[in-house]
C-alpha cells in the first residue's frame, strides 16, 4: 500500500486537491505506524485525525456543488455518507478489538482505495463540472 498521490488525481481545484493529498499521506501515516510497532495512542491519534478531517472535507466539497448546483449532488452526497458509514464502523471495530493486522489493512484500504477511486472518477467529474461554471459566469461577466 501507497497511497501515494498521482498526477491523474489532480481535480484543479487547490484546495480541494490539496485535502486529498492530506488525506492519503494521513493514511499513509497511519498504516506506516502500525508497521514500525508505534505504540496504540500514536495511531488513535492519527486514525481520530483522519476520521475527522473526512468529515471536513466532505462537507467542503458539498459546499462547492451546492454553490455551483452541481446535478450529481445528492447521489454524491450519498457516497460520502455511506463511505462515513463503513469507516465509522470500522473505527469502531479497530478501538473495539485492537489493531490487528486485519482490521488496520481493512480499515487503510477503505480509505485509501474508495479515496483514490472516488477522486479520480466523481470528484474530477463534479470540479470540472464547478470549472465550466465558472469560466461560463466570467464570459457572461465579460
Same mark, same amino acid.
Given at each position: 500500500?501507497?497511497?501515494?498521490?498521482?498526477?491523474?488525481?489532480?481535480?484543479? %481545484?487547490?484546495?480541494?486537491?490539496?485535502? %486529498?493529498?492530506?488525506?492519503?499521506?494521513?493514511?499513509?501515516?497511519?498504516? *506506516?505506524?502500525?508497521?514500525?510497532?508505534?505504540?496504540?495512542?500514536?495511531?488513535?491519534?492519527?486514525?481520530?485525525?483522519?476520521?475527522?478531517?473526512?468529515?471536513? &472535507?466532505?462537507?467542503?466539497?458539498?459546499?462547492?456543488? *451546492?454553490?455551483?448546483?452541481?446535478?450529481?449532488?445528492?447521489? &454524491?452526497?450519498?457516497? &460520502?455518507?455511506?463511505?462515513?458509514?463503513?469507516?465509522?464502523?470500522?473505527?469502531?471495530?479497530?478501538?473495539?478489538?485492537?489493531?490487528?493486522?486485519?482490521?488496520?489493512?481493512?480499515?487503510?484500504?477503505?480509505?485509501?482505495?474508495?479515496?483514490?477511486? %472516488?477522486?479520480?472518477? *466523481?470528484?474530477?467529474?463534479?470540479?470540472?463540472?464547478?470549472?465550466?461554471?465558472?469560466?461560463?459566469?466570467?464570459?457572461?461577466?465579460?
Amino acid at each position: 500500500m501507497t497511497f501515494a498521490w498521482t498526477p491523474d488525481m489532480e481535480t484543479g %481545484h487547490p484546495d480541494i486537491d490539496n485535502q %486529498h493529498k492530506q488525506l492519503l499521506a494521513t493514511t499513509r501515516s497511519l498504516f *506506516e505506524a502500525w508497521q514500525v510497532g508505534k505504540e496504540r495512542q500514536e495511531m488513535e491519534r492519527t486514525m481520530e485525525f483522519l476520521l475527522e478531517y473526512t468529515i471536513k &472535507h466532505f462537507a467542503d466539497e458539498e459546499k462547492l456543488q *451546492e454553490k455551483y448546483g452541481y446535478p450529481g449532488y445528492p447521489a &454524491h452526497k450519498q457516497l &460520502h455518507a455511506d463511505f462515513q458509514k463503513l469507516v465509522q464502523g470500522l473505527a469502531a471495530k479497530v478501538m473495539q478489538d485492537g489493531f490487528t493486522d486485519e482490521l488496520l489493512y481493512e480499515f487503510c484500504n477503505a480509505i485509501g482505495d474508495w479515496l483514490i477511486d %472516488h477522486v479520480k472518477g *466523481e470528484d474530477i467529474r463534479m470540479i470540472a463540472y464547478i470549472q465550466n461554471k465558472e469560466q461560463a459566469a466570467a464570459k457572461a461577466r465579460q
